[in-house]
């Protein structure tokens, strides 16, 4: 394993090989190997590319599952507040506090849509995880993209006047 991989892959060994693995006698019992290794697929650049490391291509812990939907969830709300942020410069060059106004508004929005998002993928995983279902990582991208698109069309309405 390359060594910028092993900075952002943690990996966890669990279960034992009972009966065998201490005594040293070398004897296991039923011969079977009882050593399983979950890997756990942290990756940034895992992530981007949709790729999960390991023989079944799921995200099967909740840690997965919350890491992959909420860095979706921060990239495409990194793109619209960029993206945004662009044109309100743009728009707002002749003001005399232009650039402050909307550093600040940037900055808010996207500390809210982040806060937000940490909340919504933990619910997200929470429930996966309650119903015992691994998540696939293309799902992870709608769940992710999803989040920040229902943020962006909230926003954009009237429901929050009407509260």
Same mark, same amino acid.
């Given at each position: ?18 009966g065998g693995g201490g005594g040293g006698n070398g004897s296991s019992g ?7 290794? #979950? ?5 940034? *650049? *895992? ?5 999960? @490391? ?5 995200? *099967? ?5 919350? #890491? ?24 707002? @060059? ?32 929470g429930v996966y995880r309650g119903a015992g279902k691994d998540m696939a ?9 999803? @989040? ?16």
């Amino acid at each position: 394993m390359s060594s910028s991989r092993a900075t952002y892959s943690h990996l966890t060994k669990r279960g034992a090989n009972p009966g065998g693995g201490g005594g040293g006698n070398g004897s296991s019992g039923s011969g079977r190997n009882m050593n399983r290794d #979950y890997s756990i697929n942290l990756s940034v *650049q *895992q992530v981007l590319s949709l790729w999960v @490391q390991g023989t079944v291509p799921r995200l *099967q812990h909740f840690t997965e599952m919350w #890491y992959w939907v909420f860095l979706w969830c921060l990239f495409s709300s990194l793109f619209v507040h960029g993206a945004l942020g662009l044109l309100m410069l743009v728009m707002l @060059q002749r003001h005399r506090r232009g650039r402050l106004i909307t550093l600040v508004l940037i900055s808010v929005g996207f500390l809210a849509s982040l806060t937000g998002g940490v909340i919504t993928s933990a619910a997200v995983a929470g429930v996966y995880r309650g119903a015992g279902k691994d998540m696939a990582p293309l799902e992870a991208l709608v769940f992710g993209v999803g @989040q920040t698109t229902l943020t962006v069309l909230i926003s954009f309405s009237r429901i929050l006047a009407t509260l």
